[in-house]
């Protein structure tokens, strides 16, 4: 179901097409009220974290895994839900009711705070913190995870560590009845250059049912972007210090680039992996700017081209583990109906790296290296000039093809 608008209300259709409108459930004004409310939707994201819109929230934080509920910190804080990622990433939680701009700045300023408290934290003491508020002394939170991570267990403590030293964490307010009008609330944000903190609002709307139940539909009112204010390093004694990123003045007032929380956790994540990489990466990127292509963050780096303003397109992906696919070039041709120049962009990349274009039955071909399988990215760094001439000239024939 699409998420109505905030003044629309769903409906229930039944096989009959007898179509019955659905009544709005207020938290706060019903038999829920008092502490219920919160406490209602702080078990409900808790026992089904699927139902945070993560997809579209930060697409490189989902799946969420739950790891507990009210949290305490060493500053006598209790965060209300505790979430981790297969990858490593932390997700902090805060349920309440926030129905007006006093409620909304304080309950703004409460996660962040959760942000601040475990700032600093490593790995054992998280965990710690989670056996506690779980009850069980045994807990760890790698089995959280570890069936569904493709990280071992010692990068994933790692990761963990590094994560809470920077202040690298998501924080959620999850609420009925979260209004639009809060972009002013994110200078709350920025108020730290080490804190890398993003945030998203979730209206979480609920109905009655029919005969009985409830029914949940999740919105976005909004997400904020992090701001590159700082380059953090990191001494021999482990000591970690910020600094203005290159050509900005060192000044709490910097005005750096915006990037979704999502880019710093593939980054994060490819730093884990291929230590290095990024720095190789990151340049080839910037270079494909005068092509019209972007990077988008989600699980892997996209690289997204917009042909025109209604329709999205890509050259490819990078995954978290440096491995490429550049199948999406292909299939955005064909299916455009100029399937010769999807072949020859495929062709023209295989050749470049010395590898072959490999065709299946039941999905589009794809470019793989000498030794028969995906391509690595430093394989393609190592004929970038080949692959940008590829791309040129696939989006030059696309373009002219639709013309």
């Known amino acids: 179901m699409t998420a109505p608008s905030r003044h629309a209300a769903p409906v229930f259709v039944t096989d009959?097409?007898?179509?019955?409108?659905?009544t709005r459930l207020h938290l706060g004004k019903t038999e829920l009220d008092g502490e219920k409310r919160e406490a209602f939707i702080q078990d409900l994201v808790d026992r089904r974290p699927d139902i945070l819109p993560m997809s579209e929230i930060e697409p490189a934080f989902h799946p969420l895994v739950s790891a507990c509920r009210e949290m305490k910190t060493s500053d006598g804080l209790y965060v209300d839900n505790v979430w981790l990622t297969p990858q490593g990433g932390i997700v902090l939680g805060e349920c309440k009711l926030v129905r007006n701009p006093e409620a909304r700045r304080q309950v703004v300023v409460q996660a962040l705070d959760y942000a601040r408290a475990l700032h600093g934290?490593?790995?054992?003491?998280?965990?710690?913190?989670?056996?506690?508020?779980?009850?069980?002394?045994n807990f760890a939170l790698w089995d959280l995870v570890k069936d569904q991570s493709d990280l071992d267990e010692a990068q994933f403590v790692d990761?963990?560590?590094?994560?809470?030293?920077?202040g690298r964490v998501l924080l959620l307010i999850i609420g009925d009845g979260i209004q639009e009008n809060v972009e002013a609330?994110?200078?709350?944000?920025q108020l730290h250059a080490g804190l890398h903190v993003a945030m998203a609002l979730v209206d979480l709307s609920i109905w009655h049912g029919i005969d009985g139940g409830l029914l949940v539909v999740p919105r976005i009112?909004?997400?904020?972007?992090?701001?590159?204010?700082?380059?953090v390093t990191v001494d021999a004694n482990s000591q970690?210090?910020?600094n203005a990123p290159p050509g900005q003045a060192s000044s709490s007032t910097t005005t750096g680039r915006r990037f979704s929380a999502s880019e710093s956790e593939y980054w994060d994540q490819l730093a884990e992996k291929r230590p290095g990489l990024a720095e190789r990466l990151k340049p080839f990127l910037a270079s494909l700017a005068d092509l019209g292509v972007t990077p988008e963050f989600q699980k892997s780096i996209v690289l997204r081209w917009y042909p025109s303003p209604d329709v999205k397109a890509s050259f490819g992906f990078i995954d978290s583990f440096g491995k490429v696919s550049v199948t999406d070039g292909w299939g955005f041709a064909s299916r455009t109906g100029n399937p010769e120049a999807a072949d020859r962009y495929l062709l023209a990349i295989?050749?470049?790296?010395?590898?072959?274009?490999?065709?299946y039955e039941k999905a589009g071909p794809a470019v793989v290296d000498a030794t028969g399988k995906a391509p690595d990215i430093t394989t393609l760094l190592g004929a970038q000039d080949a692959w940008r001439r590829a791309i040129s000239t696939l989006a030059a024939e696309s373009q002219s093809k639709s013309s």
């Open 16 to 22: 009959a097409q007898d179509v019955r409108p659905l």
């Open 350 to 359: 295989a050749e470049a790296i010395g590898g072959t274009v490999k065709r």
């Open 121 to 137: 934290w490593n790995h054992d003491q998280l965990e710690a913190a989670v056996r506690v508020a779980r009850g069980e002394p």
């Open 221 to 231: 009112p909004m997400r904020t972007t992090l701001l590159e204010r700082g380059i």
């Open 185 to 189: 609330l994110t200078e709350y944000l």
């Open 159 to 166: 990761t963990i560590n590094r994560k809470l030293r920077f």
């Open 240 to 242: 970690a210090s910020v």
